[in-house]
């Protein structure tokens, strides 16, 4: 088992980063690198077939969000964007997917739904824009879950536990080494890509607003995927974290358990709590009230149905 970001930066040296994960799992598992590599060929499938149907947009379960997607692909289209197409589309597709949870669509939860945008995001992105070869994103994938493993080692992944650093902040990182991976980083590249991604969203906190995993989280995923990209340019220049990846892991646990509760994925704290936030929480529990109060009533009526045909 690879315990520590220092250890995988032992075993990676001069090595490829893949290949290192798929030995480890192999040996620990004993589960072939050719299975990995084949449920992780379905897996981008998967996120590839969400991030087209996610394009067209559709209003989310919460009627918060939606159409994203659709927006920023028409401007896409049209040439009205600005940006360079790698980051536009990594924003767009990480929207498409998120898009798609939001209405209970089939992602793949990277590290978890609530973050599941990111990593597609950014690797598809890349894929279409350099002209990767598929089966290197494949791999790449087993890179960014490789990273996740390590981090889950000592941090739990869940905004309820931690804010938002432990899953928009761990799949920023996941996919940044999945990206350096892919443009020929090496093993410490990838390391220092997913460092600097992770220790630039430490204390970003978990808000969800009427307690769904739609605002801010549908629009957050696109700006990490970004900023996931970045990282991994930084690290492909040269540029290394000052701070160890391993001690950035231990400082997002220590942060996360200093958030306060409201701030954790309770809906008790930050934006939930705006007055925009609280209307909208108010709008979704009497919407739910009144759903109950009808099925109540269905309930009365089909009673009453019974007993007066006995």
Do not use: W
């Not at 299975?35 to 991030?51: P, S, T």
């Amino acid at each position: 088992m690879i315990e520590s970001f220092a250890q995988l930066e032992q075993l990676g040296a001069g090595r490829d980063l893949a290949d290192v994960f798929l030995e480890t799992d192999e040996q620990e598992h004993a589960v072939p690198a050719a299975d990995i590599l084949e449920a992780l060929r379905k897996r981008r499938a998967v996120m590839r077939d969400c991030v087209e149907r996610g394009k067209s947009g559709g209003t989310s379960m919460g009627k918060l969000v939606g159409h994203e997607a659709r927006l920023l692909n028409e401007a896409f289209q049209s040439g009205k964007t600005f940006l360079d197409p790698l980051t536009v589309k990594a924003e767009l597709y990480a929207l498409a997917v998120m898009g798609e949870n939001s209405r209970m669509g089939v992602i793949v939860a990277a590290p978890t739904a609530g973050a599941g945008g990111v990593v597609p995001g950014m690797l598809l992105a890349l894929e279409e824009e350099r002209h990767v070869d598929p089966e290197k994103t494949v791999r790449a994938l087993v890179v960014a879950g490789g990273i996740g493993s390590i981090i889950a080692l000592s941090a739990s992944i869940s905004g309820a536990a931690g804010g938002c650093q432990n899953e928009v902040g761990v799949a920023s990182a996941m996919g940044a080494a999945g990206v350096a991976y892919m443009m020929g980083g090496t093993t410490k590249q990838s390391i220092h890509a997913a460092a600097m991604a992770l220790k630039n969203t430490l204390g970003l906190v978990c808000d969800p607003v009427g307690g769904l995993v739609e605002v801010p989280c549908v629009k957050r995923n696109a700006l990490f995927a970004v900023h996931g990209l970045t990282a991994a340019q930084l690290a492909m220049a040269g540029v290394e974290s000052v701070i160890p990846m391993d001690e950035i892991v231990e400082a997002m646990v220590r942060i996360g358990r200093a958030l306060p509760r409201g701030l954790r994925e309770t809906a008790e704290g930050g934006l939930a709590t705006t007055i925009t936030g609280s209307a909208i929480a108010q709008r979704i529990k009497d919407e739910a009230n009144a759903r109950r109060a009808e099925k109540a009533k269905e309930r009365e009526r089909a009673a009453q149905e019974r007993k007066g045909g006995a």
